[in-house]
């Protein structure tokens, strides 16, 4: 479980705090999430396209 802790600790610190506000401002970004609806939707669409 070193890995379980190593993620903990990077987290925890300051640059863990930065990483995850940087991914909570990205996450409300409507571009952002436009983008992962549509990756959702090409995975989630089933059947093969060629």
Known sequence: MALVDKIKRFISGPQGQKA???AERL???PRNQA???GLLARFKG???RH
């Open 27 to 29: 996450a409300r970004d």
């Open 35 to 37: 983008k992962v609806r």
């Open 20 to 22: 995850r506000a940087r």
């Open 46 to 48: 089933g059947g093969r």
